[in-house]
């Protein structure tokens, strides 16, 4: 009668012992990966360094999840958090997108006001980590940050996220594709009411529109809706970099039928549309006031 008792002690005696050298693998494991330089790893690259059983490992990541030492943005990938992250509960995204794209195979760039900020525009504070990649993706909120996907269909996106068009931030951890001056202008203009609206947009062309080079932003332009250019143009023109709005003029003799400036201000009805102003050089219907702090 013992026996079966015995064997089942030591199965649980096994078992406790297991999960603490798992506890205890995975601690060292990520101290390691600090020590080289490292503030992330996946599941994959754990499970193959420590040779632990699945439930032994995940038991390990969970316990130092909730100790605050990893938080993971997407499942099977984890940052390790040093104790000046705790508090925000991780890095600036900055520090961590580069891997976690390369974890989920894909290409992105940072743009929109983080990209804003990073080419000098001061006014608009990026309270919104944004992305632009060629896929839907779920946002991700960790602690006090919020990283937002912004989705491009695949044949533009190939079209303009390349080398020559994209810049880099430098982090303590590496770096991070951003939209280079051009295609930040672009992706504001495009993705205008996830860039604090038409006026916060407005602000940035003001801030930054006179880094842009004219040719190279009249090129990446084509692959761009006519609308979103015409917008754009517009909005340079009323900043005074008339160098740049130049570039986008052509594009706006090709348009038919004028578009509203804002088509985010609803609803815009047929027979009320006479009474706002229209722009005929960029076919627009001036359906709302551009403040800009010059």
Same mark, same amino acid.
Request: a positive charge; aromatic letters at 8%; glycine letters at 6%.
């Given at each position: 009668?013992?026996e079966p008792?015995?064997i089942?002690?030591?199965?649980a005696v096994?078992s406790?012992?297991a999960?603490?050298? +798992?506890?205890?693998? /995975? $601690?060292?494991f990520?101290?390691n990966r600090?020590? %080289?330089? #490292?503030?992330t790893?996946?599941r994959e690259e754990?499970?193959?360094?420590? $040779?632990?059983?699945?439930d ?7 316990r130092l999840t @909730?100790k605050?030492?990893l938080?993971s943005? #997407?499942?099977g990938?984890y940052?390790?958090?040093r104790p000046?992250?705790q508090?925000a ?9 580069e891997?976690?794209?390369t974890?989920?195979?894909?290409e992105?760039?940072?743009?929109m006001? #983080?990209?804003?900020? *990073? &080419?000098g525009?001061?006014?608009q504070?990026?309270?919104v980590?944004?992305v632009?990649?060629?896929?839907q993706l779920?946002d991700?909120?960790?602690g006090r940050?919020r990283?937002?996907?912004l !989705? ?5 996106f190939? @079209? ?6 994209l ?6 951890a590496? *770096?991070?594709k951003?939209s ?5 202008? /672009?992706?504001c203009?495009r993705?205008? &009411?996830?860039?604090a +609206?038409?006026? +916060?947009?407005? %602000?940035?062309?003001k801030?930054? +529109?006179g880094?842009? $080079?004219?040719r190279?932003?009249? @090129?990446?332009?084509?692959a761009y809706e006519?609308?979103c250019?015409?917008?754009l143009g !517009?909005?340079l023109e009323r ?5 740049q709005?130049?570039a986008?003029?052509t594009?706006a003799k ?7 400036l $804002?088509?985010?201000v609803k ?6 549309a006479?009474? !706002? ?6 076919k /627009?219907i001036?359906n ?7």
């Open positions: 009668g013992l008792q015995l089942r002690t030591n199965l096994l406790v012992f999960y603490i050298m +798992g506890m205890s693998s /995975l $601690d060292r990520v101290d600090l020590i %080289q330089g #490292r503030a790893f996946s754990a499970q193959s360094a420590l $040779d632990l059983k699945p032994a490992l995940t038991a390990a990541l969970t @909730k605050h030492r938080a943005p #997407r499942k990938f940052l390790i958090l000046e992250d508090l509960g991780a890095p600036d995204p900055a520090q961590w997108i891997p976690l794209m974890y989920l195979g894909l992105y760039r940072v743009s006001l #983080r990209a804003a900020a *990073f &080419h525009s001061s006014h504070a990026a309270m980590f944004q632009i990649v060629p896929k779920r991700i909120e960790l940050h990283v937002q996907f !989705y491009q269909a695949p044949n533009t190939g @079209k303009v996220n390349r080398h020559a068009d810049d880099q931030i430098k982090t303590s590496g *770096f991070a951003v280079g001056v051009e295609l930040t202008l /672009l992706d203009a993705y205008f &009411h996830k860039a +609206g038409i006026n +916060g947009v407005a %602000q940035v062309i801030d930054i +529109g880094k842009a $080079d004219a190279k932003l009249a @090129k990446l332009a084509a006519n609308s250019i015409r917008r !517009y909005l900043t005074h970099h008339t160098r709005a130049s986008l003029e594009f090709k348009a038919k039928t004028a578009v509203p $804002d088509p985010s609803p815009l009805i047929e027979s009320l006479g009474q !706002y102003d229209r722009d005929q050089r960029w /627009l001036l709302e006031q551009v403040e800009v702090d010059f």
